[in-house]
């Protein structure tokens, strides 16, 4: 699996749960991606929810991005930041006429828009699961592609070299 293959992935099976840690506990919550590129991968929160509070006060996540059908889990643990690029702000306005208006108010009931660009991938193969089970043997390069942490490597270059074809 190549870096085009996981992008095409993520923006494919958009919902996603993302992880964060706010006074000592975590959180999990559903969310719907925006994008997943070269750049980055993007979401949004409203301004006044307390997912917002917590990002900026805690910016360490996990999203997880799963597709039953395919038997394919992606992990992606990095840190986030907000997005105030005006320009990145009026491209998403338009590839999103829904939520334009959120997303170009920059008041208390606007939304932010978070994007991880660097951070650790993890992809987990159902059927090579099952394999590792059956024989019992460790078969980590197989079922699980864990890029080694390295923290300020860009999403675009963990993704390839996750897994390659």
């Not at 409203?46 to 992990?75: H, T």
């Not at 080694?148 to 999403?155: A, L």
Request: one cysteine or more; proline letters at 5%; hydrophobic letters at 40%.
């Amino acid at each position: 699996m190549n870096r085009e293959h996981i992008l095409g992935f993520l923006n494919g099976n958009p919902v996603f749960f993302l992880a964060t840690c706010h006074g000592g506990l975590p959180h999990v919550r559903t969310m719907r991606l925006l994008r997943a590129d070269d750049r980055g991968i993007y979401f949004s929160t409203s301004r006044n929810k307390a997912l917002c509070r917590q990002l900026k006060s805690n910016p360490a996540v996990e999203m997880c991005f799963y597709s039953p059908g395919d038997g394919l889990q992606i992990r992606i643990a990095g840190k986030v930041g907000p997005v105030s690029d005006p320009v990145f702000r009026s491209e998403l306005a338009g590839r999103v006429p829904a939520m334009s208006s959120f997303v170009l108010d920059d008041g208390p009931t606007g939304v932010v828009v978070f994007c991880l660009q660097t951070g650790r991938v993890t992809i987990w193969k159902e059927e090579d699961f099952a394999l590792r089970r059956l024989t019992g043997f460790e078969l980590s390069s197989v079922w699980m592609a864990i890029c080694d942490g390295r923290s300020k490597t860009s999403v675009a270059d963990l993704m390839a070299d996750a897994l390659q074809d």
